[in-house]
């Protein structure tokens, strides 16, 4: 099965359409470290991860990863150890937090874009998650969280993303 972003604003699975929003400036093929560009290309998918505290064990065929307060996801080109990867939350390492004051990350599921042989500063942090007012994403592909729950249901571990 293949998720496809059809556009800027529609997400695609099965007989299913999602409204959607995606980085500010856009898809691109070159996508660079802070450039709020979500990249294009076909791409597997990764484990959900959730926040228990906040949310039920999800009805889906992914693992299901619950997320910490030491979670993060390494954003720095310069780390070239930890870069586009979940860490556990130290000083000296620049990162996304993952369990967040917001409600964004209480379902992500990480699109594995440069994620084999990384490249530094190709981009790091790419997930699908939660959105609740369809603003702009940094390159992040955002749905509302009952249209995430179905979403959730449709895939598994061999679903691609398509996005053009």
Do not use: Q
Not at 70 to 77: E, Q, S, T
Not at 91 to 103: A, P, S, Y
Not at 105 to 111: A, H, M, N, Q
Request: aromatic share 10%.
């Amino acid at each position: 099965m293949t998720i496809l972003l059809k556009n800027k604003v529609t997400l695609v699975c099965e007989e299913f359409i999602f409204r959607c929003c995606i980085g500010k400036y856009g898809t691109t093929k070159n996508k660079i470290e802070g450039d709020k560009k979500t990249p294009s290309g076909i791409y597997n998918l990764g484990d959900l991860y959730y926040r228990r505290d906040r949310c039920k064990n999800p009805i889906t065929k992914l693992k299901c990863i619950p997320i910490t307060k030491k979670m993060g996801w390494c954003d720095d080109p310069n780390d070239k150890k930890n870069y586009n990867k979940l860490i556990k939350i130290r000083k000296g390492i620049k990162h996304e937090k993952i369990f967040r004051r917001d409600h964004k990350y209480d379902y992500l599921i990480p699109i594995l874009y440069n994620t084999k042989k990384v490249i530094s500063n190709k981009g790091s942090a790419i997930f699908i998650h939660l959105t609740n007012n369809f603003k702009n994403t940094l390159g992040c592909i955002a749905l509302k969280k009952k249209d995430f729950l179905i979403l959730l249901k449709l895939i598994n571990k061999k679903t691609k993303i398509k996005i053009f």
